[in-house]
């Protein structure tokens, strides 16, 4: 059985999370794979996860995202 995206996206942001670059890269790729229903999970898992370390990186990328609908 396959993964969904929302559980593969979330298991990729937790490898590359040692590097912020690549977390953001990643973080970017995925999203363009969910649907505005699964971003806004993410989103939330994101800020609960990553929140304390990620912010920035976080906060630009969801608010870009928010504005597209």
Known sequence: MTKPMFE??????????????????ELVKGLKWLKS????MLMVWCLATFG?????????VFKKITRQG
């Open 8 to 25: 593969y996206t979330k298991e990729i942001l937790t490898k590359v999370s040692f590097d912020k670059k690549l977390f953001r890269k």
């Open 37 to 40: 229903d699964e971003r806004r």
């Open 52 to 60: 304390h370390k990620y912010s920035d990186v976080l906060t630009e």
